[in-house]
């Protein structure tokens, strides 16, 4: 990222804190689990374990953070194989002020 | 366009007993805590319902949940249905009881099921959904969808149960009417299906396998999804119509019953009957019981165990705490295929945990006897699952004191037996017999299912 590129910055802070929600609803959402321990490469399935009940829980929590109404259509077309996707779903879907 | 004007005792929302009781929301086993997991890696996760129906079996924050005005227009073609008084069949029982009953069976599809397949057939389609692949067991839940899915310009495929399809093979052709492409399970057409086939060739079926293979089919097309006709609590949700215009219609004729019964598959109809009631007697204060049928060959509540057990035969679904005869238990054949499932749903199972709800199995011929009594009283046949409701309630109504004020009970007739004409016939011809569990293969997938259990638990344990 070249210095003094605003919208690159913005851009990587996006993903930060899009991450960071991600990461707090997956410890919601999955008994046991620590922020400590996920990294965006991990798999939901195969490494944290996450079935469509965990992945429905993971949702709700954050709509609750994003505070947007997440949409039927905005979801259903997705399939999520590591935890980088799940960042990329809610970095596409968040509402300007949340981002 | 409108065909059917609402009538005012047509609920406009869904009762959602997780407000009151938000300790019933299923939590799920983490599959990363499952002893030797295959941890597919590359598996994708994905959401098989769409995301406002899924989020339904986690609200705890609205106690009633508005019906969309697409499928309250829907509801208003059969909804409200009839309550009325078992007169005739209280006089044949010389009962000290006022038995009333809810009749769900007189739909174009002949069961409660279609309370909930209208409601899923409408978020899948405005999800974008173009195909739903499920699994059916007595075949009510597959006509349903069958016949939602064509209302809502859905295409739909149906896995039914080997032993009951072959039973009724009637059922595959009225789902066929309605659009739906019908496969015998276990099929050669998926994995599940193939591994079934091969253990057993002559495999009867378990709606663990069918809906497996539901899942698997519709794991191979990116338009099409999984959707399930009981235990989940969105489903129960969608069924509180049933209790809901109970509660009103009760209340009409001056009632309240002391005692609701229904019949118990994962918890669809029993739920739809019971929930409502339960809060309405907490409401005002009054004391309720609740008592659930389920099947001598498959008594999942009255001998299962509380444990954690898989739901479906891919495996891929939650893992929650259920009563559960264990997800291999294959129960003997019996007329009443929509009891059959090997555990009830994690509503239903917490509810028998905390005591708010009785069981009691009832055999299948003890079951057709008393529907065969029910028909000549009341002019109505139920369906051999409902037949087990009808049972349940003589035998509560037969413990109550002979003197003193006459019991209220409620029952819920929940689907027709006019597609089991051959199944009454058997019955009157003295060739029904009571078909109990299967001792061995029981004590074996109990077995399996504690060792599955404790392997859990060792795993939770270990550093």
Known sequence: MAAGDSSEVRTELDRRRAASLVFDALTAAIPGLRVEALDERQELYADLGMDSLAFVQTLVELESKLDVPLLDEDLMTNELVNVADLVDLVERISPPAAK | ?463
């Open chain 2, 1 to 463: 366009m409108v065909a059917a004007a609402r009538d005012p005792q047509l609920p406009t929302h869904w009762f959602n007993i997780l407000h009151d009781r938000p300790q019933y929301v299923a939590s799920a086993m983490p599959r990363s805590r499952l002893p030797e997991e295959v941890t597919r890696a590359g598996h994708a996760v994905q959401l098989q319902q769409p995301f406002s129906l899924a989020r339904q079996s986690l609200n705890t924050a609205d106690r009633f949940i508005p019906i969309p005005g697409e499928v309250l227009d829907l509801y208003a073609q059969y909804r409200p249905t009839p309550l009325r008084r078992a007169v005739r069949l209280e006089e044949r029982l010389g009962a000290n009881a006022r038995i009333y009953y809810k009749y769900e069976g007189a739909n174009l599809t002949g069961s409660h099921k279609l309370n909930s397949a209208l409601a899923q057939a409408y978020y899948y389609s405005r999800a974008g959904v173009k195909h739903i692949v499920t699994g059916t067991a007595a075949g009510q839940w597959g006509t349903a969808l069958a016949y939602a899915c064509q209302v809502m310009n859905l295409g739909c495929t149906v896995f039914m149960v080997r032993a009951t399809l072959r039973q009724k093979p009637i059922r595959g052709e009225m789902m066929r009417l309605f659009g739906a492409v019908v496969h015998e399970s276990p099929s050669d057409l998926t994995d599940v299906g193939q591994r079934v086939l091969k253990e057993d060739p002559a495999a009867t079926g378990t709606q663990a396998v069918a809906n497996g293979e539901a899942l698997e089919l519709a794991g191979e097309d990116s338009e099409s999804r999984f959707a399930v006709g009981s235990g989940e609590n969105s489903v129960l949700l969608h069924q509180t119509v049933i209790g809901q215009e109970a509660v009103s219609q009760m209340a009409v004729l001056g009632e309240f019953p002391d005692c609701v019964v229904a019949c118990m598959g994962a918890g669809s109809n029993f739920g739809g009957i019971a929930l409502p009631l339960l809060g309405a007697a907490e409401d005002s204060g009054r004391s309720i019981r609740l008592v659930a049928v389920e099947s001598a060959a498959c008594p999942k509540l009255t001998r299962g165990r509380y444990l954690y057990d898989l739901s479906d035969a891919l495996g891929t679904t939650p893992i929650t705490r259920v009563y559960s005869l264990g997800s291999t238990y294959v129960p003997p054949p019996v007329y009443a295929g929509g009891l059959r499932h090997h555990s009830a749903g994690p509503l239903a199972s917490a509810m028998y945990a905390d005591g708010s709800l009785e069981a009691m199995a009832i055999d299948q011929l003890t079951s057709f006897r008393a529907g065969m009594m029910f028909c000549e009283t009341e002019g109505i046949l139920p369906a051999p699952e409902s037949a087990h409701a009808v049972a349940g309630m003589m035998d509560v109504v037969s413990r109550h004191p002979r003197q003193g004020p006459p019991l209220v009970v409620l029952v819920n007739i929940s689907g027709h037996g006019l597609l089991d004409l051959d199944a009454y016939r058997r019955f009157a011809a003295g060739e029904i017999e009571p078909v109990e569990a299967n001792e061995t293969r029981l004590s074996q997938s109990l077995k399996a299912l504690e060792e599955f259990n404790q392997a859990i638990a060792a795993a939770a344990e270990a550093p």
